[in-house]
């Protein structure tokens, strides 16, 4: 079966760091696009990096960029999210996302078709 797991969300102070991991499992392991999705209290869902997993380009939110780095292993079935220079702004419910829109974090819409169950992301000033 189909499945995203995420783990690595918390409370962090603002200028710290935090890192996101999501395990695939199931044919989605196999998308060429994923990416790491984020929606705070009140607002839509909007993705934050995706990347092609078959050459590795990372596409980055102008919010993020510099500050955020997406990356998969070798295996390409976990996908990664190293966050630092944290923002009270960044707080907010992160998802991972398979098979999804590559070029979402730049148009500023787009969506997914396999979603993991979301991480807290707190970001305290």
């Known amino acids: 079966q189909a499945q995203l797991m995420e783990s690595g969300g918390g409370s962090v102070q603002a200028g710290g760091s935090l890192r996101l991991s999501c395990v695939a499992t199931?044919?989605?392991?196999?998308?060429?696009?994923m990416g790491w999705f984020r929606q705070a209290p009140g607002k839509e869902r909007k993705a934050v990096a995706t990347?092609?997993?078959?050459?590795?380009?990372?596409y980055y939110a102008d919010s993020v960029k510099g500050r955020f780095t997406i990356s998969q292993d070798n295996t390409k079935t976990t996908l990664y999210l190293q966050m630092n220079s944290l923002k009270p702004e960044d707080t907010a419910v992160y998802y991972c996302?398979?098979?999804?829109?590559?070029?979402?974090?730049?148009?500023?819409?787009?969506?997914?078709?396999?979603w993991g169950q979301g991480t807290q992301v707190t970001v305290s000033s």
């Open positions: 996302a398979a098979d999804c829109d590559l070029f979402a974090p730049v148009s500023g819409s787009g969506s997914a078709n396999y």
């Open positions: 990347i092609y997993t078959v050459g590795g380009q990372a």
């Open positions: 199931g044919k989605i392991y196999s998308s060429i696009c």
